[in-house]
């Protein structure tokens, strides 16, 4: 493994209700960089991101993080080591207001000058959750709570941050937004995983990319060329 590889996953396979979703699945994330892995729905890429956080068990193969296996760790164990996962769907605790999701996502921390100066950070990054940080995060927009999702995994200080589908279901002004975040979280020196079903809008902004159909990655390399190959262009750009 590669001293700059944050990521390793090496013949990833894992079922999901029954069926085989992820058959083999090879790729790595390297320091600093922001890769996307991008397919149709269906395509095995949340089912990945899950196996990766340890909230899906694996059939086979492995997983490295910081040159170390994985395998069988649990989500809370791997925020302590810096993995950090914003869910499908964001997941916000919806009866707790802003500034309480905020200081949810630093519950390993025991700085507390340093968590409510992160938090003052989240505000910059995202002004809407400052305007909105003593309101309960279930009265928020979908675009809202996805800002505050991310705000909050990013309040744990993660080496590598996954975000799975960050753009679903918001309105284009709003998906325009958080590809501005995720790009801006990415140049402050956060490694970043986006799984995306927006293909064009996640190679737009990433380093490198993997794009994945029934299971398996079909093709990988630089982002740009990948945005410009016309099987790519034809599958997911429509072409």
Known sequence: MAANTLLKVTGLKVAYGGIQAVKGVDFEVNDGELVTLIGSNGAGKTTTMKAITGTLPMLDGDIEYLGKSIKGRGAWDLV?????????????????TITENLQMG????????????????????????????DQLAGTMSGGEQ???????????????????????????????????VVKDVSARGVTVLLVEQNASRALGIANRGYVMESGNVTMNGDAKELLNDPRVRAAYLGE
């Open 80 to 96: 302590k080591e810096g993995l950090a996962m914003v869910p499908e769907g964001r997941g916000v605790f919806t009866r707790m």
């Open 106 to 133: 630093a519950y390993i921390r025991s700085d507390k000058a340093g968590v409510a100066e992160d938090i003052e950070k989240m505000f910059v990054l995202f002004p809407r959750l400052r305007e909105r940080k």
């Open 146 to 180: 996805q800002m505050l999702a991310m705000g909050r995994a990013l309040m744990s200080r993660p080496k590598v941050l996954l975000l799975d589908e960050p753009s679903m279901g918001l309105s284009p002004i709003m998906v325009d937004k958080i590809f501005e």
